[in-house]
């Protein structure tokens, strides 16, 4: 990595390798829609990019990425980033990589993932509820639609009235039965984190 001129993907490969080396587990690197990204044998993403513009053009954007088991959770760990000279060996930057990105990311994830699974219960838990009142609504006359939303749930239950011929509606929305993951307990230290 002694060449600032490198792509991004030899920046990805020669980085994958270090870090193979640094931190005892394998890693890849993984091109999905054309974007340079780093996976390791536990899970762990990194993603990678080349700034173009700005005071820091040239430099090399290294930045935590969604696990798979904890997508989409509300913790600054999970999307951390820092910048790094693409001139500098590999082994530096796995070391940098590691000490200011990795350390709390990985202590973080046991917490992602049960934030993770208690949303996808509630997710479940509303659709539960959903699909219930649409059986019911099912039963009157007239037309039930559902919102195609996942972050506003709800039903609408369209009819013409028998006698004043108006559109009535009845409408089931913001269906929340809310949850609460206030921390998780890891190695002994507890993570603090915000529910939705």
Same mark, same amino acid.
């Given at each position: 990595?002694?060449?600032?001129?490198?792509?991004?993907?030899?920046?990805?490969?020669?980085?994958?390798?270090?870090?193979?080396?640094?931190?005892?587990?394998?890693?890849? @690197?993984?091109?999905?829609?054309?974007? @340079?990204?780093?996976?390791?044998?536990?899970?762990?993403?990194?993603?990678?990019?080349?700034?173009?513009?700005?005071? /820091?053009?040239?430099? #090399?954007?290294?930045?935590?990425?969604?696990?798979?088991?904890?997508?989409?959770?509300?913790?600054?760990?999970?999307?951390?980033?820092?910048? *790094?000279?693409?001139?500098?060996?590999?082994? =530096?930057?796995?070391?940098? *990589?590691?000490?200011?990105?990795?350390?709390?990311?990985?202590?973080?994830?046991?917490?992602?993932?049960?934030?993770?699974?208690?949303?996808?219960?509630?997710?479940?838990?509303?659709?539960?509820?959903?699909?219930?009142?649409? /059986?019911?609504?099912?039963?009157?006359?007239?037309?039930?639609?559902?919102?195609?939303?996942? =972050?506003?749930?709800?039903?609408?239950?369209?009819?013409?009235?028998?006698?004043?011929?108006?559109?009535? /509606? #009845?409408?089931?929305?913001? *269906?929340?039965?809310? =949850?609460? *993951?206030?921390?998780?307990?890891?190695?002994? @230290?507890?993570?603090?984190?915000?529910?939705?």
């Amino acid at each position: 990595m002694n060449r600032p001129e490198c792509s991004v993907g030899e920046i990805g490969a020669r980085l994958a390798a270090a870090l193979s080396t640094f931190d005892e587990q394998t890693w890849r @690197v993984t091109e999905p829609q054309g974007r @340079v990204g780093l996976v390791s044998a536990g899970g762990d993403r990194l993603e990678l990019h080349i700034r173009s513009y700005g005071p /820091q053009a040239g430099r #090399v954007i290294v930045g935590c990425g969604d696990p798979d088991d904890a997508r989409d959770v509300p913790m600054p760990e999970l999307g951390a980033t820092i910048t *790094v000279s693409p001139a500098r060996p590999a082994e =530096h930057i796995a070391a940098d *990589v590691s000490r200011r990105l990795l350390r709390a990311y990985r202590a973080v994830r046991p917490a992602a993932r049960a934030w993770r699974a208690a949303a996808d219960a509630l997710a479940a838990a509303e659709d539960a509820v959903l699909d219930e009142a649409e /059986q019911h609504l099912a039963a009157l006359p007239g037309t039930v639609e559902r919102s195609g939303s996942p =972050h506003l749930p709800a039903l609408t239950l369209s009819t013409e009235h028998p006698y004043r011929g108006a559109v009535e /509606q #009845v409408r089931i929305s913001d *269906v929340r039965l809310g =949850h609460e *993951v206030t921390g998780v307990t890891s190695g002994g @230290v507890v993570y603090e984190i915000d529910s939705a």
